[in-house]
């Protein structure tokens, strides 16, 4: 994959890299010394012509991360095939879903199970194939995951999303406490964090739903008070680059 390229590039692996959040991140990461592996369910013509004009390295694949087993194993194939060290390997756990929305009685196994796979339990397996994959890479190894207010803040209606996202924070706190205080280029830095209420396709989705606080959602889009993605992305990009990424394990963008 990386077809002898120098020391000096930084690797970033996107998860739900094709529209939203995860696609502005990878507009943001489209820098000179970077390189990008894009991971979604869909494609985004659009953003691959704009990644290829950028001339920045970009791999783009699909998979269905909602699917633990098999993104795991994705992700350990497509590091494996990385033939040199870069200079600084991260993975973003972006992809996410907010559906189920509605009372605690109303879930079921059906919606609930996928949900929880796609917030959760992927982001799980693939931060383990990630570590391990990497473990012979001399460089600075990181996690971040896309968290949410949601997660420190219950929202009624939301209960699936909110244990999900409150469950990748104390993952991302394990991870830290195994590995953060190893030695040198065996450490694995990790943060979760949030974005704030971001202009994208899941607030339309928020948007349309019957719960409790809606109007509140609805009203921050009319009253133009939504962040947008690419700005969203830009300091979340810069804050990656930042020397004490990892102290703050639990973080959230707009304090800073």
Not at 10 to 17: D, E, K, P, W
Request: hydrophobic share 40%; aromatic share 6%; charged share 20%.
């Amino acid at each position: 994959m990386s077809n002898g390229s120098p020391r000096s590039t930084h690797l970033y692996i996107v998860t739900g890299a094709s529209r939203g959040l995860g696609a502005a991140l990878v507009r943001a990461l489209l820098k000179p010394g970077n390189r990008v592996i894009g991971v979604a369910r869909s494609r985004n013509t659009d953003l691959e012509r704009e990644a290829a004009a950028s001339g920045v390295p970009v791999a783009w694949h699909l998979q269905d991360l909602s699917q633990p087993g098999p993104s795991a194993g994705w992700l350990a194939s497509v590091l494996e095939a990385v033939d040199d060290t870069p200079a600084s390997v991260t993975l973003i756990l972006n992809a996410g879903v907010v559906e189920p929305i509605g009372p605690i009685t109303a879930l079921h196994e059906n919606t609930l199970v996928p949900h929880l796979q796609t917030n959760l339990v992927t982001p799980m397996t693939m931060t383990g194939a990630f570590i391990d994959a990497t473990a012979r890479f001399d460089c600075p190894r990181k996690v971040l995951a896309i968290s949410s207010g949601a997660a420190r803040n219950p929202v009624q209606g939301w209960s699936a999303y909110c244990a999900g996202k409150a469950g990748l924070d104390m993952f991302i706190r394990s991870v830290n406490a195994e590995y953060a205080g190893l030695p040198g280029d065996r450490a694995v830095r990790a943060v979760a964090l949030a974005p704030g209420v971001v202009d994208t396709g899941m607030q339309e989705t928020i948007r349309g739903a019957d719960f409790a606080q809606v109007q509140r959602f609805r009203d921050l889009k009319a009253n133009e008070q939504l962040a947008s993605p690419d700005d969203v992305a830009q300091r979340i990009a810069a804050y990656l680059d930042r020397p004490d990424f990892g102290q703050t394990e639990l973080d959230d963008i707009r304090n800073h």
